[in-house]
């Protein structure tokens, strides 16, 4: 059967089988930023952007996203330019190996579009479902920190 | 500067005048991850036309011996290629331990056994064309156990009438009929003698609970013949090379027939440092000709994989009326569950990395390794030094309670000082005699300063002490001090090579494995400073065993340190064959050129040609050759990093609950290639640790299964819970390691439990002998107290 | 990894009637919203045939008025915790419980008819809602209202009837003129944890702040969660000092029947539960006005 929805801002037909997740139809048409890390929706690395807010994909029906507006990591930059956010998560060294990264990047994103002030808390919040072993989160959290400092135009 | 080795001199002036090394270079794999379009094994696309998948049954029972195998049900399921036992896969043992050749490790391991000896262990496998119909399949085959009485707990491992290795095949063990896998003794002086004389004796007894590593990325391998009828293998390994070897043992094949290739790995720990799902992946392909992936779930991902060695350690010290410590000793008694995995060399690190720190006259170190019905332990971050240390340091801060003294000076009076001989090094290597280390630069002090402040030690403790009596909430403050190894001495090595493109960027072949350290990125920066480019010139591939040279892999603190001094070799024979070139080119004379920025130099004229010229010429124009270079590098040094961790907290004493107010950390790796890289991993063994500390903790049942194996109910930190932290590096220049470098990487795991045991003790009177310290085992002791 | 393996249809009723109409004559037929629940129940949704997704049944909204706060079922965690309504709302205590639910993603998508719904004796949503005096409207056959203390049989298990839907959640608002304060504690291994033990109070104070009514819900101590009727009897009526709310929290034992599990042995919970009783009747008494 076909689900309709729009992946970073391009409109989509996916073949599916009504038993999919949505984490399976992303992968299987390429959106490989969309990881496995658990199958219970704990860890945040298969998450994704639908309706502006951050979902667990590998615990989501792929049809509950029919007409829905899904955003991946593959779709943060802008015409082959990283966005701010990205930019900062490499530059404070937030990124080791990596695999949380594109789910981590999303929850920031997600809450910077929401939140363009975000206090500490409100990062440590949005960062809180998406599991990481390698940083200890401090430098993901100060780079979405900086990230939003930068987007306001501060120095 | 000494033409030779150059790379190998380091000082504060000569670090001013690198120019990619001690510099945050741009993470060479950060752009493609933060794009998204990284690809980690599950996201490649094979040159294959159909993929098939492979799922394990995994043992329900924790030892049992299998009787029969009914797969008629899933053979008949339209889809399923076949299923694979002891019935039909022919039994060779090995060990799984990715380590160096002869491993250290007994050889008790079979793909498939008529027996399983931990609730989690292989039973079978089936082999399908999609996931969902392996897992059906699974469902489906009967299997009939005869079920086996059950060691669960170590100290009933030895003497017990149930034996659990009683198969007559396996070899390296130390004693089957008392389930001891191996055990290790070491002395220097006479630590018996010197007890006696001492003025202050002090025993304590501490243990240490079984962990996971769980990286982001669970296990996963694809394996497939090529078009030359070679199995390629893609797996999320650290350990490429002797994932190679031991799996051509396996199955029987030659090691030229297998192709190994790491292309990302999603964080590792220690865990992929290990022959785990590699094996039957290999097999399977072997068997049938097709392409195979196997992936665990996250369950068998805690269930199913490798573990810390849970250890009991009693400690023992001597010492003068003036504090001087005059014996040390440790005795531990090791669980390295049903296979013996690392089994021997964790334990000898847990000795010769604590133990070493202190120069006590009379030392005294035994390790008994027994088997248990319960998960397999193996390699994980700091490998035998957080066991270690939670002791020894938790000990030393008694001690000095005891003793009336101030436990920092008791500590630092007592350490290695630059110049010192660490004689249990010699005793003490991997699984064989070890290489006497002299200390040559030690940061420790620098460490300590630096934390102090931090936390504001001194202060704090004397705040809180009177703050504490009117409150029910308690505030206290904790330091531990820690030290570490930089590869395995006269082991581990490490091979590279470098040619040149006609555009002066060169290709950096090498076998060392990024696991996420960020290797990849180091070692092109060690590359473009030997070679006096940008690192962006540095085209880095690595961990292929069919293209780039031989490396150990990524464990024990070695990559930086050993596969550095490969690559800058290579490198530097890459420069020489430049400087040369650019002499003719130049028409000087070698000793009044120099490089610098991609160019050859004239000192003289200043006259100066590309690199890109150069490359034009040697490829193209006049006697041409490719200028290349390789190196290999095998060290028997092994410096220490030192590090000094510090913790305020805040224990509720009516709950029991502990908040982490406050962590510093300060680690003296030698020189950070990428300071920003090495606070990362400083940060990142923190986590480990503090978890290690708190709340971390797999749990069975009095069957032995395991009741927590996901992240719902196996608790780790998340950033709501991480403290205020603080990260230094403290640089010393040790001359054994390339432009100064030791290791960060383990180091930082080996304090936080300690710290946090000696902060909590300092709020609240209260000292936690188990890990991890929870709020119920707190309350508990508390009330108790009362 | 597809599930929910014997699955054919999906479908988005429009109303809630519709919903029910379908639980009731599809094969094997399930209702869904978040799906945090039902996608990881493992063998349980092994059978399901036809799922039945109500988000988009016009069941997602918060409407105040003088009487009551109206919570439509598929009502998102995430839309509790952020919603203004309940900032201030009874000292906050419901987005309170709300920010401690498990993750940002999984708030995104659980609603509050799920939690409930799902019955787990850790929810952090349920002692508040028993605390607020909280009802449920469900519709299946008839429509039937429920207040939530009794809701619950056990872990898991409601009183609802099968094919009922949660279709709303009723607060009762307090009268102006009522000096009620309230409060929630959730103390977990760590700050998301599923909780070990958790709870909510609301005290109604006197003018000279003696206590005029109280409602004290504790969870994780129980087959699910309960309100300590025996301990709201005996504060009735007292003006409270910390030695008071200490002996009257000694009667906890008796309400509860704590279990171990990977997080806590029984007796720990047990000793907790007295303690946290404690703070909570403390802290929603002094948020009602009263003096210590």
Known sequence: MKLNLKVNGENKVFDIDVRDTLMDVLRANGYTSVKHGCETGECGACTVIINRKTVNTCIYPALKAENSDVITCEGLEKDGKLSILQEKFIEMGAIQCGYCTPGMLLSAHALLMKNPNPRLEDVKDALSGNFCRCTGYKKPVDAVMAAAKEMKGGE | MDNKNDFMVNSAEVKKKLSEIGKNKRKVDGDKIARGRALYVGDIKMPIDKLYHAKIMHSPHAHAIIKKIDASRALALKGVVGVYSHENIPRVQYTTAGQNYPEPSPYDTVMFDYKVRYAGDRVCAVLAETPELAEEALALIKVEYEVLPAILDMRESIGNKVIIHDELDSTGILDKTKNIAAHVKAEVGDAQKAFSAADFVFENEYSVQYVQAAPVEPHIAITYFDENDRIVMYCSTQVPFHSRRIVARALGIPVQKIRVIKPRTGGSFGVKQEILIEDVCAMLTHLTKKAVKLEYSRKEEFSSSRTRHPQILTIKTGFKKDGTMTALSMKLLANTGAYGSHALTVQCNTGSKALCLYKAPNVFFEATIVYTNLPVAGALRGYGGPQGYFALDSHLEECAKKMGVDSIELRHKNQVKVGDELPLTKALGEGREGFMQTLKTCGMQECLDKVLKDIDYYNKKKKYAEENKKSSIKRGVGIAMTMHGSGIPGVDMGAASIKINDDGSFNLLCGATDLGTGSDTILSQIAAEVLKVPTSKILIYSSDTDITPFDVGAYASSTTYISGVAIAKAAKQCLDQIIKVGAHLLSEKLEDLYCENSSVISKKTKKSVSYTDVALYTLYKEDQFQIMGSGSHITYDCPPPFCVQGCEVEVDTETGKIKLVKFSSAVDCGLAVNPVMAEGQIEGGVHMGLGYALCEELKFDAKGVMTNPGFLDYKMLSTLDMPEMYTHIVETYEPSGPFGTKSVSEIPVDGPAPAVANAVENACSVRIYDLPITSEKLLNALLEKK | ?292
């Open chain 3, 1 to 292: 990894m597809q599930y929910i393996r014997e699955l054919i249809k999906y479908y988005w009723p429009e109303s809630l009637e519709d919903a029910v109409k379908m639980l009731m004559h599809e094969p094997c037929a399930e209702i869904i919203a978040g799906g945090t629940e039902l996608l990881v129940s493992g063998k349980r949704v092994s059978a399901i045939k036809s799922l039945v997704d109500i988000t988009r049944a016009e069941l997602s909204y918060v409407k105040k008025d003088k009487k009551s706060i109206k919570i439509g079922s598929t009502t998102t965690i995430s839309d509790i915790q952020h919603n203004p309504v309940f900032t201030d709302f009874a000292n906050g205590i419901l987005s309170e419980a709300a920010r401690h639910f498990v993750s940002v993603q999984i708030r995104n998508v659980a609603t509050i008819g799920g939690n409930l719904a799902a019955a787990m004796p850790s929810s952090d949503l349920v002692p508040v809602l028993m605390a607020l005096d909280a009802k449920l409207h469900v519709t299946g056959k008839e429509k039937r209202e429920f207040a939530l203390n009794g809701f619950f049989i056990s872990k898991r298990k409601t009183v609802m009837a099968p094919y009922e839907i949660i279709g709303e959640v009723e607060i009762p608002l307090p009268s102006p003129a009522q000096k009620t304060g309230y409060s929630f504690i959730k103390f977990g291994r760590t700050e998301l944890d599923i909780a070990i033990v958790n709870g909510a109070a609301a005290i109604e104070i006197e003018a000279d702040s003696t206590i005029k009514e109280a409602r004290l819900a504790l969870g994780s101590v129980a087959s699910n969660t309960i309100r300590c009727l025996e301990i709201e009897k005996e504060l009735a009526g007292k003006k409270l000092t910390k030695e008071i709310i200490f002996e009257i929290c000694e009667g906890v034992s008796k309400a509860i029947d704590p279990k171990s599990d990977v997080r806590a042995s029984a007796k720990y919970r047990g000793k907790l539960a007295k303690v946290i009783a404690g703070r909570l009747i403390e802290k929603a008494y002094k948020n009602a006005g009263g003096k210590i």
